[in-house]
Every structure is written in C-alpha cells, then in structure tokens.
C-alpha cells in the first residue's frame, strides 16, 4: 500500500464515521432506520456474556486502551470493572460524544478519550495491561495494527479482539450487497480465520474462540414472542458446532485474545 492510498483510506474512514455519529445525534430515528443490522446484535448475547466475563477477571487495577473506541461504550464498561481507560478513535466527533458519555456517568478521572491514527499511536512502548479491538481491525490495515498492538501492551498484557469473520459466503454476501453500511476498505476486509492467525508474527500466543452460526437464524423473530426460546435453542446448538473445525469458520464472529508479544 502506498502513503496516498493509506492517507485517502484514513481520511475515508474518519468522514465515514464522523458523519453517522452525526446522523446518529441529529436523527436518532433514521439513524436507526438506516443502519438496520444494528438490530443484528441482539443475537449476539453469547459472545457479550463471555466478553463481561473477560473484562471482570482482567479489568479492575489495569491500565488498558479501548483501540478505536467509537463513542465509548467499551471503554466505559472497562471503567465500570475497575480499569483506567485511554480510549482512541480517529473519528473526532465520536470522540467528543465518548467525552460526553464519560462525563455524563462521573468516570472522567478513569477515563481519557484522544483522537488518534490507530496505526501510529503515540503511547511509548510496554504500556497496557490490557488492550480491546472490537470491530475494528478490518478497518486497519491488519499488519500495522498487529504491530502496534504489540508494541503498547505489555510482555506479560493482554489483548482481547472481537471480529466479524468473511470466511462463511453468506454472511459475506450479505456485506457486499449492503454497502451504504460499510466503507469499501471496511467490506473488502473484513476478516479471515487465516488473517487472525497471522497475529502469530507478531504474538507467541494466539487463543480463539467462535460465536454465532446457528443463532443467526432468530434474526427474522426478533420482534415476536418466539425470538427468546429460538435463541435458547440455537444458543444451545451453536455449542455443538462451534466444536467442529471446519465449521467454526462459518461462524459470524470470532474473539480472540493476542499474549506474549514478540
């Protein structure tokens, strides 16, 4: 990739996002409206349980960076457990509602939000007992992120990572055919099963786990009575099959947890 190319996808990325939390504050209603796999990640209970688990054991008393925090939900959970927080996004007006959340829930002394370059962050090395990627290593370019993530934590850190995976075709066939959702760098690199295990260039340890296959299936009963029991049953079969290599890659997300940096 040359610096143009990777300067015009940094400068895409911050307009993108800019301009939906500006939708969002402006027009919570068609914000709503527009984006509507947002309602997606009401199946997703599974994965949100095994995160607050992680976060409850790994959290309280460390140092940790919320890595391109958004508007700040992560990284107040994080403080909720007990960390201190710097949280960074290249989206400034993201930025700025992620203040106004802090601030508004009395956590402004464990938390601090800064616009920052993912790919270039200025913390000095060996920073961070913990570090979180929530959906945001296909908007990076993967070997600069990895690099970086392993220069800030610390030799005996932890990074937690929660990605949307492309490896099963109809989920990805879904992306490709909802563009307005996504940037194109964002589509054309959401991630592989192959792309977490390059992560082992730059980390010793590379732990994974698969989430939601079957439960994709209770999304058209999300508004009926029947959503709940669906999801208890298809939760219970996605135990199964998230057992079975070769089919976990099919699964909509992956979390993974990234130790021992090189």
Avoid at 4 to 33: G, L, M, V
């Amino acid at each position: 990739m040359t610096i143009e190319s990777d300067e015009s996808r940094k400068i895409a990325e911050r307009e993108f996002h800019n301009q939906r939390e500006q939708i969002r504050k402006a027009e919570p209603e068609n914000h709503d409206t527009y984006y509507t796999n947002r309602r997606f990640y009401r199946t997703t209970g599974k994965s949100r349980n095994y995160i607050d688990a992680w976060f409850q054991k790994h959290c309280p008393k460390a140092n940790t960076l919320d890595y391109c925090c958004g508007t700040g939900e992560n990284a107040i959970k994080m403080a909720q457990f007990g960390a201190q927080v710097d949280g960074v996004d290249i989206s400034d007006v993201s930025i700025e509602t992620a203040h106004a959340r802090a601030l508004a829930l009395g956590l402004s002394d464990q938390i601090s939000f800064t616009t920052m370059d993912a790919e270039n962050l200025v913390f000095p090395d060996n920073s961070f007992d913990v570090v979180l990627c929530s959906g945001v290593l296909h908007h990076l370019d993967l070997d600069n992120a990895y690099q970086e993530l392993a220069r800030v934590v610390k030799p005996n850190g932890k990074i937690l990572c929660v990605e949307a995976l492309s490896d099963n075709p109809l989920i990805h066939l879904y992306r490709k055919r909802t563009p307005h959702l996504r940037t194109v760098w964002e589509v054309d690199h959401i991630l592989t099963s192959a792309d977490i295990h390059k992560a082992k260039k730059y980390f010793r340890n590379v732990e994974v786990r698969y989430f939601h296959l079957a439960s994709i299936a209770a999304i058209p009963f999300i508004n009926t009575p029947i959503f709940k029991p669906a999801m208890t049953v298809l939760n219970a079969l996605d135990e199964v099959l998230m057992r079975v290599p070769g089919v976990q890659q099919m699964a909509w997300q992956a979390v993974f947890v990234l130790s021992e940096p090189n």
